[in-house]
């Protein structure tokens, strides 16, 4: 007889928020799996924040079913309360108090918890243990949040934006013990509008935009999505209008979709040892000068943009 699988970490159904006119989330539905590390993402503006902290129980959602380790906020929040970790996307700690007194607050909180000595340790912030909070850097401000976070031992772990700002070092490192909070079992709800991270870190990852999902899959599952390997973005100079449209690209042996934003060309491959040749004769053919030519292997950031027809950066 096999065993029941665990219940859900976080389950959400029928999500919306409205702030006046503007629908920050709007029927949003996710699950969590229990031992998990779940990726919101999205840009800014697309309603993961809002999301997050009606799970976390800062905010009240204007209609839907939010059930977090199978509890309720609305019977549960002192439990509750004990069996998170949350870093917000902004923390504001006292600058006058030094690392290891923030986290020894942070741990009176709890009940029960992690020692403080080896929390400073897990993030990384020993040699900084008698710093002011006012004299960290940028990268260690955000690790000392981190260790706020985990101090209480918690079962789930909600991370908004936790590399937002950070310089790319800074990024690797909060990687890193995001790693290693995952593999100790931990279930870890992270927001953030770099794809990279996404595919580096999260089992699972829902792109979220204009308050809906609009995709969710593991990484591997959702670049597969596109049914191309590699993309191609090209330019060409001086180009006169017309000289190039999306059907004549599609056309072209390899090439599976084209799109043009801000007269910059990009072509969805199947294979670059086909569709690059071909665009180079395409293109000696049309007359046209090539200007620019990159390719990429196909990421998260192009599910996006070909689901939404836009850049992350653009938005």
Same mark, same amino acid.
């Given at each position: 007889?096999?065993?029941?699988?665990?219940?859900?970490?976080?389950? @959400?159904?029928?999500? %919306?928020?409205? !702030?006046?006119?503007?629908? +920050? *989330? $709007?029927?949003?539905?996710?699950? #969590?799996?229990? =031992?998990?590390?779940?990726?919101?993402?999205?840009?800014?503006?697309?309603?993961?924040?809002?999301?997050?902290?009606?799970?976390?129980?800062?905010?009240?959602?204007?209609?839907?079913?939010?059930?977090?380790?199978?509890?309720?906020?609305?019977?549960?929040?002192?439990?509750?309360?004990?069996?998170?970790?949350?870093?917000?996307?902004?923390?504001?700690?006292?600058?006058?108090?030094?690392?290891?007194?923030? @986290?020894?607050?942070? %741990?009176?909180? !709890?009940?029960?918890?992690? +020692? *403080? $000595?080896?929390?400073?340790?897990? #993030?990384?912030? =020993?040699?900084?243990?008698?710093?002011?909070?006012?004299?960290?850097?940028?990268?260690?401000?955000?690790?000392?949040?981190?260790?706020?976070?985990?101090?209480?031992?918690?079962?789930?772990?909600?991370?908004?934006?936790?590399?937002?700002?950070?310089?790319?070092?800074?990024?690797?490192?909060?990687?890193?013990?995001?790693?290693?909070?995952?593999?100790?079992?931990?279930?870890?709800?992270?927001?953030?509008?770099?794809?990279?991270?996404?595919?580096?870190?999260?089992?699972?990852? +829902?792109?979220?935009?204009?308050?809906?999902?609009?995709?969710? =899959?593991?990484?591997?599952?959702?670049?597969?999505?596109?049914?191309?390997?590699?993309?191609?973005?090209?330019?060409?100079?001086?180009?006169?209008?017309?000289?190039?449209?999306?059907?004549?690209?599609?056309?072209?042996?390899?090439?599976?979709?084209?799109?043009?934003?801000?007269?910059?060309?990009?072509?969805?491959?199947?294979?670059?040892?086909?569709?690059?040749?071909?665009?180079?004769?395409?293109?000696?053919?049309?007359?046209?000068?090539?200007?620019?030519?990159?390719?990429?292997?196909?990421?998260?950031?192009?599910?996006?943009?070909?689901?939404?027809?836009?850049?992350?950066?653009?938005?």
């Amino acid at each position: 007889m096999t065993s029941p699988s665990p219940a859900p970490a976080l389950r @959400v159904a029928g999500l %919306r928020k409205a !702030y006046g006119d503007v629908v +920050a *989330v $709007d029927g949003l539905e996710l699950t #969590v799996a229990a =031992g998990e590390c779940f990726g919101l993402l999205g840009p800014n503006g697309a309603g993961k924040t809002t999301t997050i902290e009606i799970c976390e129980g800062l905010t009240e959602p204007d209609a839907g079913d939010v059930e977090v380790l199978g509890r309720r906020w609305d019977r549960d929040e002192r439990a509750l309360r004990e069996r998170l970790g949350i870093q917000l996307q902004e923390t504001q700690l006292a600058e006058k108090l030094t690392v290891e007194e923030t @986290v020894r607050l942070f %741990r009176s909180f !709890y009940a029960r918890g992690r +020692a *403080v $000595d080896e929390v400073i340790d897990v #993030v990384q912030l =020993g040699e900084k243990r008698s710093a002011r909070v006012g004299k960290l850097s940028g990268g260690q401000k955000q690790r000392l949040a981190l260790a706020c976070a985990i101090v209480g031992d918690p079962e789930l772990l909600f991370l908004d934006e936790p590399t937002t700002g950070l310089d790319p070092q800074s990024r690797r490192q909060l990687w890193d013990l995001i790693v290693e909070l995952r593999a100790s079992g931990r279930s870890v709800v992270l927001t953030t509008h770099y794809m990279d991270e996404a595919e580096r870190l999260c089992d699972r990852v +829902a792109i979220v935009d204009h308050g809906h999902v609009i995709a969710l =899959g593991t990484p591997r599952e959702l670049i597969a999505s596109l049914g191309a390997e590699h993309v191609v973005e090209f330019t060409v100079i001086d180009a006169p209008a017309g000289s190039l449209s999306v059907e004549s690209l599609q056309a072209l042996n390899g090439v599976k979709a084209a799109r043009e934003h801000g007269g910059r060309w990009t072509l969805e491959v199947v294979e670059l040892a086909r569709a690059v040749p071909a665009l180079l004769a395409d293109l000696s053919r049309r007359g046209l000068t090539l200007g620019e030519l990159v390719t990429h292997s196909a990421t998260l950031e192009d599910v996006f943009v070909s689901l939404t027809g836009r850049q992350l950066r653009d938005v």
